[in-house]
């Protein structure tokens, strides 16, 4: 009983968060041609595998993700994203620092493209 009771939390925290922290799993993949669904579906699920292992082995990534008061994945996500946009990334390391520490105390140059 308390297997099955430790499974179903676990279960659901999982797709708790892939549902609403960034990850977008109820997001209709319905367009397309026969298996694209399923495709994307894996491919949010191999990007939830790969912060998993980040943020077990990453002590970047785990500062980053923990900067705010608060820490969430869709904070971390819309940061990425901004600082993609906005600057040239050479490497991840520099970019988790980059969200840890600020810009300013990083060498990472603006796009000028």
Known sequence: ????????????ETFNTLKNQGYQLEHSYG????HLATNFAYLT????????IQELACPQFQQALNKPKKPTRKRLWRKITSFFLTL???SWGSLFRAISHGSKAQDIAFDSS
């Not at 367009?31 to 026969?34: A, R, Y």
């Open 1 to 12: 009983m308390r297997g099955g009771r430790c499974r179903w939390r676990i279960e659901n």
């Open 45 to 52: 699920f191999l990007a939830f595998l790969v912060d998993q």
């Open 31 to 34: 367009h397309g041609e026969k």
């Open 88 to 90: 040239r990334i050479d």
